[in-house]
């Protein structure tokens, strides 16, 4: 099988070191990059689409070089019960230092709300101290999370969401694209999102 992650581009998210030129890349492909997240090519030359609701790969910063349109890491209260007071406390939450400590430490208790990405509420199912790599579960979904010397490869299933073969998303065909692309990424030597972009952009075709 052969992977390949589309993304939209992230208006105004520039890298010093790739902007010239790269961002012209961006804008000329932004045109395919719609509502595809995931192609799957099989052996047979068929395409199975929309393998994740949500994906993105993210600096340990929280700078977003490449999202689907509904991603996004933000800061945010939530109420939380505590249990010894009965009372509902107000929990600060931040995604991008939730997403580093898991990812990165495997530390899912950083925040008293727990894991929480991209506004859902996940847990820690699995942690790979030695590749970086989280597998997360969720009510009707999951996640999978990898980090490379720079960035943090992330992809988000619905179980609701259909892939256009019929088949609900998974968590198989998830963990399995998040790996994918981090390991290349890890294997170019690659220090920002280049490798990543020229891989997947050039491998479009309408």
Known sequence: FVYFFF?????????????????????????????????????????????????AIVDFQGTIYASTPGFSLTSYQVDVMNLDKGTNDKVNVEEVKILNEVVLNGNAKVCDAGVRINKLKFSLAKYDPDKKLAYLSGTGGGACAMATKTVIVIAIYNTKEVMNDGRPQQSGLCNEVVEEVATQLLESGCQFFTFALFTFLSLIHI
């Open 7 to 55: 993304f939209q581009a992230e208006d105004g998210i520039r890298d010093p070191l790739w902007s010239r030129g790269l961002g012209d890349v961006y804008k000329r492909q932004e045109q395919y990059i719609t509502g595809m997240l995931v192609n799957k090519m099989k052996k047979d030359g068929s395409w199975i689409q929309n393998i994740v609701k949500e994906a």
